[in-house]
């Protein structure tokens, strides 16, 4: 067997996270294998995020235009989904060609493998033939895949996951949603904007169950709105497709449409790392990590994979403090090197010191950050935006908080009577009345996801009640409804 090819670190899928913390420790002059079996850059840019908030963009144009008649006259609509098609390949994917994002790694100095990559032993990946050792260790960021429900006959039948939704070219007719998550009803929104005949099938007894009820009454109404067919509380049991349509059936119904999309949440597939090779259980659903995203010694993980949110934006959060945390172990055993006068053994990383020390986001290793997961945003990008950040009302219950919640909706603010047609959505607060701080808050409306960040700043901060009532909010914008939701509280 070939010796192992020693390396500074080694990341295992180059997704968002993944490619962040690769990238940003090859700039910092360690010596950086970075691991991907498909595409550099993961689901966000090619799949997820980006192409879907394209389509969004498109479809609100579209609403947007509809609302003129009563406010400016009349428009008439004529959707074409030829444009949104060519953006998502041309702008968004590069046709699914991920050369400009591997060129970029490679052109900070890191080594890319393609192929997949499994633990082969403490600090060790195998890729293929190729095994590397890792000195400082081993980042994982493989993130999750759709979860497929085992229901009856659905495995044969030629159904949507999010890869089939983004790189349609020619709209169907009609599309059975399978998940009213935010997937789905983001998605489900879209395509029933562009005229497709759209139902939602959800086995909770509501759509975009992890949010506020209220949420998802708003969303649930500006749906239907749209055309979309909503059936909450059924639990599907059969598929069938006849080589044209597929029939779902369940809770004694039956949908018919051109076209199925099953979005019914993702999963990990930590079967496939390696991680027996290292004493670790691999049946979980996710990956569990310290605050610092330690599995366990000299291997960390990062994104969907560790279970702490799906989302970007907790996977580059995350990156930061892996990027931190290995500089800072870095900067030790140069330091440690140095002082033995055996600096070599830092000799991958390429006379790292200057480039160690020059790295603004590292620390010693007691200054590196720790997760905090209280003030997590989430944002689903119907129309209107639901955000959402910190507890829901009954989760804050639940944890015996004594709580105090304040509501207001939005159409009752100046800036919701002035915007009239599609200012449906609220502000909802929930306070710890012991503390006198948010711990959560919901923001829906037109600019719900960008109101939100107010919010998060309170819960993050914990900015006291009294400070939030006492400041200037600006009129007459959307957040000034939070106001009237502090004078709600009770
Ligand atoms: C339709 C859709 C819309 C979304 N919209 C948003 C949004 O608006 N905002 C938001 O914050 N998030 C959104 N997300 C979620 C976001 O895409 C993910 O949270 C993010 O991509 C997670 O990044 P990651 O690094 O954990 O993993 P991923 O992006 O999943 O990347 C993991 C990478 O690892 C690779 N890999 C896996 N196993 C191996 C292996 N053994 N060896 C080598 N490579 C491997 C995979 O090929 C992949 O490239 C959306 C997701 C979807 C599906």
Redesign the pocket.
């Known amino acids: 067997m070939a010796e192992p090819e020693l390396v500074d670190v080694v990341v295992?899928?180059?997704?968002?996270?993944?490619?962040e913390v690769a990238e940003r420790l090859a700039e910092a002059g360690l010596s950086v294998v970075g691991?991907?079996?498909?595409?550099?850059?993961?689901?966000?840019p090619y799949?997820?995020?980006i192409p879907?908030?394209m389509m969004i963009r498109a479809a609100n144009a579209l609403a947007e235009a509809r609302r003129v008649d009563g406010l400016a006259g009349t428009a008439q609509v004529q959707p074409d989904w030829a444009p949104v098609a060519k953006r998502i390949r041309e702008e968004a994917t590069d046709t699914w060609d991920d050369t400009v994002a591997a060129e970029r790694f490679i052109g900070k100095g890191g080594r890319l493998v393609r192929?997949?990559?499994?633990l082969d032993g403490p600090r060790r990946v195998r890729?293929g033939d190729q095994v590397f050792e890792a000195r400082y260790g081993v980042v994982l960021?493989?993130?999750?895949r759709p979860s497929v429900p085992p229901i009856d006959g659905l495995a044969d039948t030629p159904y949507w996951t999010?890869h089939q939704?983004?790189e349609v070219e020619e709209l169907p007719e009609s599309l059975l949603v399978l998940g009213g998550g935010a997937?789905g009803l983001?998605?489900a929104q879209v395509f029933a904007r562009f005229g497709v005949r759209v139902t939602v099938v959800e086995a909770l007894d509501r759509v975009l169950a992890i949010e506020e009820p209220e949420a998802s009454e708003v969303a649930a109404a500006a749906l239907r709105a749209d055309g979309v067919e909503i059936h909450t509380g059924v639990r599907a049991e059969r598929v069938e497709h006849d080589g044209t349509r597929f029939t779902l059936r369940g809770g004694g119904a039956e949908f018919t449409a051109d076209r199925l999309l099953v979005v019914t949440g993702?999963k990990a597939?930590l079967t496939?790392?390696g991680l027996d090779t290292i004493g670790l259980d691999a049946n979980q659903r996710y990956l569990p990590v310290d605050d610092r995203l330690h599995v366990t010694d000299h291997v960390w993980a990062?994104?969907?994979?560790t279970g702490e949110g799906?989302?970007?934006?907790?996977?580059m959060y995350q990156a930061g403090i892996v990027i931190a945390d290995i500089l800072a172990t870095a900067r030790q055993a140069k330091a440690g090197a140095d002082a033995s006068g055996t600096s070599s053994v830092v000799g991958g990383a390429m006379g790292a010191s200057s480039s160690l020390a020059a790295s603004g986001s590292s620390g010693s290793a007691g200054t590196v950050p720790r997760a905090d997961y209280r003030a997590l945003p989430r944002?689903t990008?119907t129309d209107p935006e639901i955000g959402a950040v910190g507890l829901t009302e009954q989760q804050a219950r639940e944890r015996g908080i004594n709580v105090q919640v304040g509501f207001t909706k939005l159409g009752s603010s100046t800036r919701g009577w002035i915007h009239r047609v599609g200012d449906d959505g609220f502000i909802k607060l929930v306070a710890d009345a012991d503390q006198g701080v948010l711990i959560g808050a919901t923001s829906v409306g037109p600019a719900g996801g960008e109101v939100l960040s107010a919010l998060v700043v309170a819960v993050h901060a914990a900015v006291p009640l009294s400070q939030l009532r006492h400041m200037i909010y600006a009129y007459p914008t959307f957040h000034r409804a939070i106001e009237s939701a502090l004078g709600d509280l009770s």
């Open positions: 295992v899928g180059l997704g968002v996270g993944g490619e691991v991907e079996r498909d595409l550099v850059g993961g689901e966000c799949w997820g995020c879907s908030k192929g997949s990559g499994r890729v960021g493989t993130g999750t999010n939704a983004i997937i983001e998605l993702r597939h496939e790392l990062v994104g969907d994979l799906a989302f970007t934006h907790i996977a944002v990008f």
